[in-house]
C-alpha cells in the first residue's frame, strides 16, 4: 500500500489507458464476428472453414505480430495502433466461434415460424435470430473480455503504457510491491468488465431471466411432485382400506 499511495497517479494513468486499449478491441472483435459468425450457418464447409481459419488466427504468437504488423498496415513500430489491430484479431478468432454457436442454437422452427408470420430475412436476423442468440453471445463476450485485458499487457514490449509496464519495471527493480500492485490491478478490471457485460446482458436480455426462472420453477415442480405423491399414497390406501372394512361389517 505504501508503494501505491507513491505512485497513485502513475497507477491510476496507467489504468485508464488499459482500459482503453481493452475496449476497443474487445468492441471491434464482437462487431466484426457477428456477420462472420452469421455466414457459417449457410452451408457446413463454410463453418467449418471459417472456424479453422479463426482457429489458426489465434495460434499466432503476440510479438511476432505486433512486429510484423506495421509492415502490413504501414504504421510506427511503438504505434497503439498495431496493439489494438492485434487483439482484435484475437478477439475476433475467439468470437467467430461463439457466435456460430450462437447462431446455431437458435431453433430452426422458430426461423421458420419467423418466415411464416412475413419477416424478411433482415428482419428475422434482429427482432428473432439476434436476440435468441444473444445469451451464448455474451458468453463468448466475457471470454474475449479476459483474454483481451490479460493481451494488453503484452504490449508494453512495444512501447505501450499500461499496466504492464508494472511487471517489467518491477521484475528489472526486484519490487515485487510494483507487480503485486499491476496483477490486481489487471484483475480488477477483468471483473469490472465481466461485471458490466452480466448487468448489461440483464437488461437488454430480460427474457434470459425469466426463462431460468421457469426452469427453476419446473425444477421444483420435478423435486416436489414425486414427494408429494408419495406422502398422498398411504392417505389413499389407509382410505379405501377403511371403506372396505366398513363394507364388510
Known amino acids: 500500500m505504501t508503494w501505491l ?10 489504468t485508464l489507458n488499459h482500459i482503453r486499449l481493452s475496449i476497443i478491441p474487445i468492441v471491434l472483435g464482437f462487431v466484426i464476428a457477428v456477420p462472420l459468425g452469421r455466414l457459417t ?19 499466432i504468437p503476440s510479438l511476432p505480430l ?3 504488423l506495421p509492415a502490413i498496415i504501414g504504421t510506427r513500430v511503438l504505434s497503439d495502433t498495431n496493439l489494438i489491430v492485434a487483439l482484435t484479431i484475437y478477439a475476433v478468432a475467439i ?10 442454437s437458435v431453433s430452426a422452427d ?14 428475422r436476423f434482429w427482432q428473432v435470430e439476434f436476440p ?3 445469451p451464448v453471445m455474451l458468453a463468448g463476450l466475457r471470454v474475449v473480455s479476459v483474454s483481451t485485458i490479460a493481451l494488453v499487457s503484452v504490449g508494453v514490449l512495444i512501447g505501450s503504457e499500461n499496466l504492464g509496464y508494472l511487471f517489467t519495471n518491477g521484475k528489472q527493480r526486484n519490487n515485487l510491491e510494483e507487480v503485486g500492485v499491476g496483477i490486481i490491478a489487471t484483475l480488477l478490471i477483468a471483473l469490472l468488465f465481466d461485471l458490466i457485460l452480466v448487468a448489461l446482458g440483464r437488461i437488454l436480455m430480460p427474457w ?12 421444483r415442480a420435478a423435486v416436489v ?7 398422498a399414497a398411504p392417505v389413499a390406501v389407509g382410505s379405501s382400506a377403511s371403506a372396505g372394512s366398513g363394507g364388510r361389517s
Do not use: C, E, H
Request: proline residues 3%.
Open 208 to 219: 434470459v431471466r425469466v426463462d431460468r426462472a421457469a426452469q427453476r420453477r419446473r425444477k
Open 66 to 68: 505486433f512486429v510484423i
Open 110 to 123: 422458430t426461423k421458420q415460424a419467423a418466415t411464416a408470420m412475413g419477416f424478411s430475412a433482415w428482419r
Open 5 to 14: 499511495w507513491g505512485n497513485f497517479p502513475l497507477v491510476v494513468d496507467l
Open 225 to 231: 411432485a414425486p414427494i408429494a405423491a408419495g406422502d
Open 95 to 104: 468470437m467467430v466461434r461463439a457466435t456460430s454457436d450462437a447462431f446455431f
Open 41 to 59: 450457418l449457410t452451408s457446413k464447409y463454410a463453418r467449418a472453414t471459417m472456424i479453422t481459419a479463426m482457429s489458426l488466427l489465434y495460434t
Open 132 to 134: 435468441l442468440a444473444g
